[in-house]
């Protein structure tokens, strides 16, 4: 059963590894490629693909945008890619045929192409996505993106790049892939904007990225020291204790 695929991605470079895999996997056809929602409806309405490889983050019309804009009877097999997005990875489990996390194993392709050919064979492709494009809609949309100046320039850092923000009056500087980068923002505004899943307050002047974080260790007067992945070390304040107990789960 040879599968007709669209992949959509306003990434040139991920869209690039994803026709490459595709390329080694028999059976597959490359229906097209877009670099944003409002394409990529227009597309696979007018060329109906077997099966899309949609992104998830995408700026004006996300993947789950483009969802609920489908019209019901071109509705295609659809595999989710996501660099990040682990809360969303739970009802993709439910309601897609499969989800794909960036930088993509071309091992997973395969087995997210087989599940997608059985599920096209079976018939039972659609079920819950436009329930899960509705759930999508109703959460709060936290920022992916920073807009910051640099060197007279104004800069967009990703958010998944972020290691820790620290507070500076009523300015913030973000620390992200080892360079650091000044926000006109307080710190409390900035939380609320970030995904508390992704993003734990350890400090009155400190956010740490939960993904970044190696280690927690006692300290003194109820304190911890919080080690990260590149080695930086934090101060976990004992206010703030009960607060990053209730985002992991788990006593300290």
């Not at 590894?17 to 670099?35: N, P, T, Y």
């Not at 096209?120 to 109703?138: I, K, N, T």
């Not at 290691?163 to 980068?181: C, K, L, M, P």
């Amino acid at each position: 059963m040879t599968l007709r695929a669209l992949i959509v991605d306003d990434e040139a470079i991920a869209r690039r590894r994803i026709r490459r895999l595709l390329r080694s996997v028999e059976g597959m056809e490359i229906a097209g490629e877009c670099g944003d929602g409002t394409s990529a409806l227009a597309t696979i309405d007018g060329t109906r693909p077997d099966l899309v490889f949609l992104d998830v983050q995408m700026p004006g019309l996300d993947g789950f945008d483009v969802i609920a804009r489908l019209q019901a009877e071109c509705i295609p097999a659809i595999i989710f890619v996501t660099a990040f997005d682990r809360y969303a990875l739970r009802a993709f489990d439910v309601h897609a045929v499969d989800y794909l996390l960036k930088p993509i194993a071309p091992a997973r392709l395969r087995v997210a192409i087989e599940r997608a050919r059985d599920r096209l064979a079976r018939g039972d492709h659609q079920p819950g996505l436009r329930s899960l494009a509705r759930e999508a809609q109703e959460r709060p949309r936290y920022l992916t993106r920073l807009s910051v100046r640099a060197r007279g320039r104004v800069m967009l850092v990703d958010v998944e790049a972020i290691d820790w923000i620290q507070a500076a009056d009523n300015y913030v500087t973000v620390h992200a892939s080892g360079r650091e980068y000044l926000l006109r923002e307080t710190l409390a505004t900035l939380e609320r904007q970030l995904d508390p899943d992704r993003f734990v307050r350890i400090h009155r002047s400190t956010i740490a990225s939960l993904d970044r974080i190696a280690e927690l260790q006692p300290s003194s007067h109820g304190d911890f020291d919080v080690r990260l992945r590149d080695g930086t070390r934090l101060t976990l304040s004992r206010s703030w204790r009960e607060h990053v107990e209730r985002t992991l789960g788990r006593p300290l």
